[in-house]
């Protein structure tokens, strides 16, 4: 498989403090790829540069054949690549059939709109319980599944799903995980997904890249990763006892 996304000696600045240095990564087409690490670390520095909310100060990041790093968001999302933010940022006054909506605005006046918004509720028979209800009503699982549905809406060939697991119960992060897998699997997405803890990814992540300190210390498939000891020492540093399992529930 090809690479759908390349991220070349990426750099990333908020005045003097760097928060990404010498990030490479790919991403084949049909992947589910995680890059874990703790707070700080940098991840969602990461996937705002490649969604272009933020702008490297030095390195490439090329979307299929096109260099996106300049690009405004709403370009980029033109070009099939959409993004989850941490925290869900929904519309919480406007019910969730119009933060659906806005998902589709980036399309406006496709014809199979009114389609792609039907399967969706199909995908997301909950949303569909709760379309005229304001969409800050909503629980916090409820709104993650907003959250990606939106993003769904936009067609996307990349989505970029950033702590999909934050402030939720167990139960309820393996049904997102479930929702997210079933999506690759109808829809044919590819998934870079930023996470803390390695529990869930190990089972899900074709590969895996460990970001700490906005550098990366590790890249694998999960398959050979799946002892979890390499993950751990990149995590944490060589020589640290703690565990990622206390990381996150």
């Not at 995680?34 to 933020?54: E, F, R």
């Not at 389609?115 to 629980?139: C, Q, T, V």
Request: a neutral charge; proline letters at 4%.
């Amino acid at each position: 498989m090809g690479a759908l996304l390349t991220i070349d000696d990426v750099h990333v600045r908020y005045g003097d403090l760097v928060a990404l240095r010498d990030v490479s990564l790919t991403v084949a087409q049909g992947e589910v790829v995680c890059v874990i690490g703790p707070n700080g670390a940098g991840k969602s520095t990461l996937l705002a540069a490649v969604a272009g909310g933020v702008t490297p100060w030095r390195g490439s990041i090329r979307f299929g054949d096109t260099e996106v790093v300049g690009l405004r968001p709403e370009v980029v999302a033109r070009q099939g690549l959409s993004l989850v933010p941490e925290g869900r940022h929904i519309f919480g006054t406007l019910t969730v059939d119009e933060n659906l909506r806005i998902g589709g605005f980036i399309h406006k006046g496709r014809a199979d709109a009114k389609a792609d918004y039907e399967r969706l509720l199909e995908l997301f028979p909950r949303l569909r319980e709760r379309l005229n209800f304001p969409a800050g009503r909503l629980s916090g699982g409820e709104q993650q599944m907003l959250a990606v549905a939106r993003a769904v809406m936009t067609r996307p060939r990349l989505l970029l799903v950033d702590e999909p697991s934050l402030g939720l119960a167990p139960r309820i992060v393996d049904q997102i995980y479930e929702i997210l897998l079933d999506l690759r699997q109808r829809e044919g997405l590819t998934l870079v997904i930023n996470e803390q803890s390695s529990n869930r990814i190990l089972k899900h992540a074709d590969r895996i890249y460990v970001l700490r300190g906005g550098r990366i210390q590790l890249e694998g498939r999960a398959a050979d990763l799946a002892d979890g000891e390499a993950i751990r020492s990149a995590y944490f540093g060589f020589g640290s006892p703690a565990t990622l399992e206390g990381v996150t529930p």
